[in-house]
Structure formats: structure tokens, C-alpha cells
């Protein structure tokens, strides 16, 4: 197109190949070519050239670049509608489910690592399984590190993008009113993670208000069971709930209890969920020799348990300020010995 340009210029070309040399690019330029160049004196041709030359790139930039490097950018109808749709579902969500704070999973209080070897592969296995067995009870007396183990596996369920929730009672929270919200938080965190369960449980939501504050036992069915039934999980998920027996200290209140032995069952195996507690005789008469839940207590006089004491005391051991506080000016196997004995198998003795 150039040579043509430069040719026009120096007069070497006609009319028609000025039309010829702007056709491809509509009408207006062809005719703004015929009347500017053609049929006028040399003073006024640069200019009128200029002028020309202007709405032919115009012309081009606007006409046939876009063709090549595709039209500007503007939102597409279809996500523009996704993306409003999606943030309908989640202002629902967080508007009508409550979302108790400060009960996940805590790495600073995970095991140490190289601790715990057969009760976490026992637990792997567990999770990856699609059996009867989705309910997975860790049991074990005070202080023998029931906590410790439950932040560990979720730790390791989260980098492997299959922790589904944690929820980890604490004395030191109103448990009772933490309880409260233990199901829509559950259910929060599965709807992050599957967009179809969010939109399902935000209609349901928006259909019936009341479930929002509903028993324990409602919000189980309507926001975890029937949601899971209709729009099917591929790969197992986990939830974690550590320090069951911190939810009723004195018995009074035993219905998660309830739907963990009569409810549970009824989801679909993809969805496991692991519970940690003290062996008191209420969640011994609860969840015991029932066909879907797998049980597994801590023995603190195994040989394993004691080899962990002591790692976990070596390790504590290389703190120079701890040995200060205790006295000590450096460690050996006598000292560790000892204090493994002191123990009598128990971590939160060590821990504190």
C-alpha cells in the first residue's frame, strides 16, 4: 500500500487506483480520496494528503485490526450473569448461615513431625476409603494428645485439598453457643469448594428462612444431607471435629451425639468425618459398636506412644530459654529419661 501512497503523490497513478487502494477499507475513505487528491494544485496537496492519510488509518485501526487481534475487551453477557449469580448465592450464605470463628485448624498445634506414624496412616487409610465406615472415633483420656493429632490430619486433609471442614471445640469458648453453628459452618465450607452445593443450599435457604436457626438436627438434614445426595461428590472429603465431649461437659446437651450415631450413616460415603473426645461414658454409649463408625483409642502405655514422648522432649530440650527455666545447663538421656518417666505418657504434660 506504500508504493500506491507514493505513486499518488508524485502523480503517477489515477482515480481509479486511489479507489482501488482505499475500496478495501468502505466507502467513505474512497470517496474522501477522489475528491482530495484528484483535481488539485500542489500547495494544497500535502495538506489535503494529510488529511486523507488520517482517515485511512482511522479506517484501518478501527476497521480491520480488530479482526486480527480480536474486538476490544467487554464483559460477556453470560459471565457478567455467573458472576452475579454467584454473589447472590454468597451474600445469602452470609447473611442467613452463621460462621463460628476461631475453630479451625491450627498448625502451631500440630504434632511433631516424625510423631504419631501408625495412628496417622490408620487415618489416611480411613480417608481415602469409600466403606460404610465415614465416621472415624479418635478417643483417648486428657492430655494424651487427641487435639494435637486432629490439627495434624487436618493440616495434611488441607494441603491435599480434601479437608471438607474443622470445627475444634475449646474450653476456653461459650461451647454451647459454638455448637450452634457448627452445621451452617460445615456447610459454608463445603459450598466454597462446590459451586452446585451452594447454589442448592442457598435456595433452600431463601425457601425456608427458619433453617437458618433451626435444631441441629433439621440443619443436618436440609443444609448437609440433602445437598450431598443431589449433586454427588467424586472424591472423599473430611471434616474434623475435635473435643467432642467439650460440647456438653455435663451431659446435658447429647444432640450431636444423636446424629452422629443415628444420622451419620445416611450420608454418602464420599463425606468422612473424624471426631476426637475423651472415653466418658456418654460417647461410649453413643457412639460404641455402631456399624458405621470406626473407633480407635489412644494407648498411652504403648511402646510407640513412649518413643514419641521422648522426641517430642529432645525437641523441646534444644529451646535454650526452656532449659534455663528447668534448670538445666545442657540435655542428656538420663535427663530425657526422667522426664519421659514423669510423663506417665501424657503430652500436655510435656507441652506445658
Known sequence: MSQKVLDTVTGHTTKQAIFHTTDTYGGH???????YVLGVDGRQLVKRWTYVAGVIFTCIFFCIVPHFRGTPDRPDPANVGLEEKQLAIQTTLDGKLAYAKGVSWDPTLACLPGTRVTMMALIDEWSR???????FWLNGVAGSGKSAIAHTVAQKLHKKRVLASSFFFNQDINSRDTLRSIFSKIARDIATRNPDFAEDISAVLEEDLSLASAPLARQFEELIIAPLRRHVIGDPIV??????????PDGADNELLRILRDEASELPPQLRIIVTSRPTRELVDFLSEKDHIQSHHIDITSAENADDIEALISGKLQDNTRRDKMGLSSTDSVTISDLKMLSEGLFIWIVT
Do not use: H
Open 129 to 135: 476409603s469409600l466403606d460404610g465406615q465415614n465416621v
Open 29 to 35: 475513505v474512497t470517496n474522501v480520496a477522489g475528491n
Open 239 to 248: 471434616v474434623v471435629i475435635d473435643a467432642l465431649d467439650e460440647t456438653s
